[in-house]
């Protein structure tokens, strides 16, 4: 039996997905899918800008016709609604006390010719820039000789990301820009690897500020835009103290 029974069920989720940015008027702009690799196994690793950042991934993947199984927290999958449907799709839950459960999914996953998603920076970013890494991603692609393919997401934070930001303002632009593969060799240093992801994501990021359609209303609209692309978004520094606050509220309200 195929470890992937329900593949129809994930393409009916991506057709409801479709629809629903078709209902609020999205403007989609994929740039470089053809990086995605038409069969074969490859890690894809994004910039995490807000909660619906999985549907515009696979958005990215569908263009190859192909599915992605993306890494995501525990929580996610305890969750009585999101848990089944993330299951029945084949995702892979992440475990951050002990990821090794995880990585073994992952690898078989490869083994089996799947892409697998993976978000680097492993929580939302509320500077809107990229935060530091952790290795995942890279030790995938070293370990398991995969393609690691960059792929960079703009502006999905102005349809629903934390701190309460949410719009279902019609006509937002967003950008998926998917960059060349970094083919690692066996004997690479993941942390080298890791390092160089962060580079051309990096530059595909700013690449697409710079070439972004959309501007701000107003001031108080310049909330999305990065505090180095003279937004009002919070610096780095204040991004990392209000995922702190944020993570101490979520553990006192658990106690």
Not at 120 to 145: D, H, M, N, W, Y
Not at 215 to 239: C, F, I, K, N, Y
Request: with cysteine; net charge positive; glycine share 6%.
């Amino acid at each position: 039996m195929s470890a992937y029974p329900h593949d129809r069920f994930y393409r009916w989720v991506i057709r409801a997905f479709k629809a629903l940015f078709r209902v609020l008027g999205l403007r989609l702009e994929v740039r470089g899918s053809s990086s995605i690799p038409s069969d074969g196994p490859a890690v894809l690793a994004c910039n995490h800008l807000s909660y619906l950042d999985f549907t515009f991934v696979g958005l990215a993947g569908s263009r190859r016709r192909r599915l992605i199984r993306f890494m995501a927290k525990t929580s996610v999958f305890d969750h009585r609604v999101a848990g089944p449907l993330m299951r029945a799709m084949g995702h892979i839950p992440v475990d951050r006390a002990s990821g090794a459960a995880a990585y073994r999914k992952a690898a078989r996953a490869l083994a089996d010719g799947q892409l697998v998603g993976v978000f680097p920076e492993a929580t939302i970013s509320r500077s809107f820039t990229l935060k530091s890494f952790k290795l995942g991603a890279a030790t995938l692609a070293v370990r398991e000789q995969v393609p690691l393919i960059p792929v960079v997401l703009w502006a999905p934070q102005r349809t629903f990301t934390v701190d309460k930001h949410y719009s279902v303002r019609r006509g937002k632009a967003i950008v998926i820009a998917v960059g060349e593969p970094i083919i690692a060799r066996a004997d690479d240093d993941p942390v080298k690897i890791d390092a160089e992801l962060r580079r051309r994501m990096d530059d595909l990021l700013v690449e697409a500020w710079r070439t972004y359609p959309d501007q701000p209303r107003d001031d108080a609209d310049r909330w999305w835009v990065p505090a180095v692309a003279g937004g009002s978004a919070p610096t780095l520094e204040v991004a990392a103290e209000l995922e702190r606050a944020a993570n101490e509220r979520r553990l006192r309200k658990a106690s």
